[in-house]
């Protein structure tokens, strides 16, 4: 499966921007997909995962009441919707999926947004 992410770009603090990964050769509804984030100096985190097998989510504590992830099946996209938007969001978002594996083996580009103060 190939992923590619976008949606980026500047958005005001308490704003709000949606991301998305739009996936091509398989039908993204079969993976677990995550959308991971890395800011500048600092490790890759995980800030949000929706499962193959029954759609449930998880999010990093930081996003946790901010942020939702959700899948379109039909359109073979998985979204992330990010409100109240904060400074801290600022980073490189990129979307990832594995199937079956630990290990997420799929990675879309990333795609940057900045959160202006």
């Known amino acids: 499966v190939q992923l590619q992410a976008y949606g980026g770009g500047v958005v005001q603090a308490g704003g709000f921007l949606r991301l998305s990964c739009a996936a091509s050769?398989?039908?993204?509804?079969?993976?677990?997909v995550a959308w991971f984030r890395q800011a500048p100096g600092k490790d890759r985190e995980s800030v949000a995962v929706?499962?193959?097998?029954?759609?449930?989510?998880d999010y990093t504590d930081s996003v946790k009441g901010r942020f939702t992830i959700s899948r379109d099946n039909a359109e073979n996209t998985v979204t992330l919707q990010m409100n109240s938007l904060k400074p801290e969001d600022t980073a490189v978002y990129y979307c990832?999926?594995?199937?079956?594996?630990?290990?997420?083996?799929?990675w879309g580009q990333g795609t940057k947004f900045t959160v202006s103060s």
């Open positions: 990832a999926a594995k199937r079956n594996s630990a290990v997420y083996y799929y």
């Open positions: 929706i499962n193959w097998s029954d759609s449930s989510t």
């Open positions: 050769g398989r039908a993204l509804s079969s993976y677990t």
